[in-house]
């Protein structure tokens, strides 16, 4: 079945130490979207491509980049985690306008 | 700006009790509205959705929900639920706009709902 994969779906770090999430999706779709969840929280937009166009939320910390070198793939670097950052983070895609199709999530926790 | 305002965050019912989640929206434009399940420790995963036609839109797991324009509401239905409903729903709307840029296609979500079905 196409679908929205990310890995891995829990992920430890070290307070201040780099982490990288990733995200692959056999949907062909050209959006691709970040979110963060913090429990009993809606999902957050940090940050979403338009096929290679990049577009930050205003409020996005800089502690946040992402990468999309290809359709299928999109990583978020998390360059140094603090301990507020212990969160789901939700990758999503979609065509255009319709409805966004999310993975399973991955969830970060902060030493 | 559009905005989403689920009225309730926790909707307790028995087990094959009918149920209704409330949805209302504001936007000064078109828009799609949009319906997600979230289970523990899992991603969101679509219900349905109205894009256009018929203000009566039928999901997944036996739930539907009608749009309401006049009244900005998007209520989510279901006439027997089970144990197995029991997890976070949030509604979400993405505005149409006639010149296209990001947020064509950006969700807004209201804060979720709750659902603890009980046997």
């Known amino acids: 079945d196409a679908m929205v994969i990310q890995n891995p779906r829990y992920q430890v770090t070290q307070f201040g130490k780099p982490v990288t999430l990733s995200c692959s999706q056999t949907?062909?779709?050209?959006?691709m979207y970040w979110y963060q969840q913090k429990s009993s929280q809606a999902p957050k937009l940090l940050f979403h491509?338009?096929?290679?166009?990049?577009?930050n939320e205003a409020d996005t910390p800089d502690n946040f980049q992402s990468r999309r070198p290809n359709t299928s793939f999109c990583f978020l670097d998390i360059r140094s985690p603090g301990l507020g950052d212990a969160a789901m983070y939700l990758c999503?895609?979609?065509?255009?306008?319709?409805?966004?199709?999310f993975g399973d999530g991955t969830r970060l926790s902060i030493l | 700006a559009q905005s989403v305002t689920q009225l309730d965050s926790q909707v307790p019912v028995f087990e094959e009790a009918p149920v209704e989640l409330r949805c209302n929206y504001s936007?000064?434009?078109?828009?799609?509205l949009f319906w997600y399940v979230q289970y523990p420790n899992q991603g969101l995963q679509l219900l349905l959705k109205?894009?256009?036609?018929?203000?009566l839109v039928k999901g997944i797991n036996g739930f539907e929900a009608e749009f309401n324009k006049s009244q900005t509401s998007f209520h989510l239905r279901k006439p027997s639920v089970h144990i197995s409903d029991t997890a976070e729903y949030f509604c979400?709307?993405?505005?149409?706009?006639?010149?296209?840029?990001?947020?064509?296609?950006?969700?807004?979500f209201g804060k979720g709902t709750l659902l603890t079905v009980n046997p």
């Open positions: 999503a895609t979609s065509v255009g306008g319709k409805a966004q199709h």
């Open positions: 949907l062909n779709h050209n959006v």
């Open positions: 491509y338009y096929d290679k166009d990049f577009n």
């Open positions: 936007s000064s434009v078109s828009v799609y």
């Open positions: 109205y894009l256009s036609g018929s203000t």
């Open positions: 979400a709307v993405s505005e149409l706009r006639s010149t296209w840029g990001s947020s064509n296609y950006k969700l807004t």
